[in-house]
């Protein structure tokens, strides 16, 4: 017969990992792309950690957690969780955290945002083009009034279909730009009705928080590189505001809720991440780049290319949240890579890493464009015992073959 030897354990009450089982983990956001790479980490976890014990005699393998997806999947999608669907220990829930939501939890990561910053920083033929794939993969979100959605999305395809008629462009625009409104304030909405549900929820069940702001907190730094200490230099009026204040508020409500109900909260800043999976529509750069690179087209640096981010590698960034969640700071924590590169040098690494044909353009930049960007992650390195271990040279390459296949673009040999 088969004996099954345990693994050598201290005593189950003071092991953190006693803690982790049996845990149901709630992702909100978790079909978009950093959510569905932490799922992929927790579900992982699971199935390869069992966990010993031996409680007052009774010993065996404790229950593994349960890792619980809400998303409406604005921006997220199915197929990022296609692997785990089905799965015993996984279940999606289609819903729009602006809603109520009942569930019994013991964490939350709270992700959902719309992160896209598409919409406010694109022309209407790019937006027609993004309108157009939320039609066609079923994204529409609830909270985008039905209306102005079918509207814009007839105006879209008429902008795509006769965009040398004059009427049908005053039209789109006009379109657009109720769109734009109904976006903008879904993102408002959702960073702030959305976390103060989540916080909510929270509260009745008494579980730890985790949210996922943003170093677009700081906005156009003054101070660089950014800690935490520094409190941002951020327009209120612009048209990231949606974006940038509705994080602002989403941590003030952290902290109110921390102060008030003594809820366990933790926020991480994160600073620009990449790798596969992310949404190959919405504009960003490393997604931009790289799609670029594999159809073959220019890359198309916006002026003046001198502007620099500092860019994470998602399966470090996934690290980092998982640290900060099971660790005892509340944060604000950055987690972000501090290497620091202009567009100009993206745009070079990409060219010379994917396709060496291709060439580099300069084109118009979009209004409150952050000048430079750069974490200082010393409080990450010393609370969390954290830092990114993938090179910006050694992460670009490993998402070619994912926006290959999506793209439907064959290697050359
Ligand atoms: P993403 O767009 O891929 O994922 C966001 C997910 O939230 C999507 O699946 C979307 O469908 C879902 N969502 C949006 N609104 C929702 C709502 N009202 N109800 C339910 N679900 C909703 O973006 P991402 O890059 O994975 O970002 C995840 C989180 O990290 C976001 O909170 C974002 O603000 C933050 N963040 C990301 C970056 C980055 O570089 N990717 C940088 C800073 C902060
Ligand atoms: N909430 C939720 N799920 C819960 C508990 C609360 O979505 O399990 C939402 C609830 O709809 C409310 C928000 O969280 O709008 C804030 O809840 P809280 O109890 O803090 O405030 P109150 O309901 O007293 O205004
Ligand atoms: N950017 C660019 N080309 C593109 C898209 C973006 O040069 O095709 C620049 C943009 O002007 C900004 C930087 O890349 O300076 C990062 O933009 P992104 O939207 O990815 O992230 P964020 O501005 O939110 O950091």
Same mark, same amino acid.
């Given at each position: 017969s088969v004996t099954t030897k345990p693994p050598p354990s201290p005593s189950p009450l003071r092991n953190a990992k006693f803690f982790q089982a049996n845990m149901r983990i709630l992702v909100t956001g978790g079909a978009g792309f950093?959510?569905?790479?932490?799922?992929?980490?927790?579900?992982?976890?699971?199935? !390869?950690?069992?966990?010993?014990? !031996? %409680?007052?005699?009774?010993k065996g393998y404790l229950p593994l957690s349960l890792v619980i997806v809400v998303d409406n999947y604005f921006t997220g999608s199915k197929d990022n969780l296609k692997k785990? +669907? *089905?799965?015993?220990?996984?279940? &999606? +829930?289609?819903?729009?955290? #602006? @809603? #109520? &939501? &009942?569930?019994?939890?013991?964490? +939350?990561?709270? %992700?959902?945002?719309?992160?896209?910053?598409?919409?406010?920083?694109?022309?209407?033929?790019? $937006?027609?083009?993004?309108? +157009?794939s939320i039609l066609f993969q079923n994204r529409r979100d609830a909270s985008v009034s039905q209306s102005s959605l079918v509207l814009g999305l007839f105006f879209s395809c008429l902008a795509e279909l006769a965009l040398t008629d004059i009427h049908a462009i005053v039209f789109s625009l006009y379109l657009m730009i109720l769109l734009l409104k109904a976006l903008t304030s879904m993102t408002i909405k959702t960073n702030v009705i959305g976390t103060l549900n989540m916080l909510g929820l929270a509260k009745r069940v008494g579980a730890r928080i985790l949210l996922t702001s943003t170093s677009e907190?700081?906005?156009?730094?003054?101070?660089?590189?950014?800690?935490?200490?520094?409190?941002?230099? $951020?327009?209120?009026?612009?048209?990231?505001?949606?974006?940038? @204040?509705?994080k602002r508020v989403a941590e003030t409500l952290m902290y109110d809720y921390h102060r008030q109900h003594g809820i366990e909260i933790r926020i991480a800043r994160i600073f620009n991440t990449y790798g596969p999976r992310m949404n190959i529509d919405d504009g960003r750069v490393v997604s931009n780049f790289i799609a670029q690179a594999v159809r073959g087209e220019p890359l #198309? $640096?916006?002026?003046? *290319?001198?502007? #620099?981010?500092?860019?994470?590698?998602?399966?470090?960034?996934?690290? *980092? %949240?998982?640290? &900060?969640?099971? *660790?005892?700071? =509340?944060?604000?924590? !950055?987690i972000g890579n501090p290497g620091e590169f202009t567009m100009l040098e993206l745009a070079e =690494? $990409?060219?010379?890493?994917i396709n060496p044909d291709v060439e580099i353009i300069s084109v118009e930049n979009t209004p409150d464009d952050p000048r430079q960007r750069k974490p200082d992650i010393t409080k990450a390195k010393e609370l969390l015992g954290w830092e990114p271990k993938i090179k910006l040279r050694d992460g670009l390459p490993l998402m070619e073959d994912d926006f290959r296949t999506r793209l439907g673009v064959t290697r050359k040999n």
């Open positions: 950093i959510g569905s790479h932490l799922v992929d980490r927790l579900m992982e976890n699971e199935k !390869n950690e069992r966990i010993w014990h !031996n %409680l007052r005699g009774l785990w +669907i *089905g799965h015993p220990r996984f279940e &999606l +829930i289609r819903h729009d955290v #602006t @809603e #109520t &939501l &009942l569930v019994e939890v013991d964490q +939350i990561y709270h %992700l959902a945002c719309p992160a896209s910053p598409i919409f406010y920083k694109y022309n209407p033929v790019k $937006v027609a083009h993004f309108c +157009i907190v700081y906005g156009d730094p003054l101070m660089h590189p950014q800690d935490e200490t520094y409190w941002g230099n $951020v327009n209120p009026i612009g048209v990231r505001s949606c974006y940038d @204040e509705g #198309t $640096v916006q002026a003046p *290319g001198t502007q #620099t981010r500092s860019f994470c590698y998602v399966s470090d960034m996934v690290d *980092g %949240l998982i640290r &900060l969640m099971e *660790g005892d700071n =509340t944060g604000p924590i !950055n =690494t $990409v060219k010379e890493l």
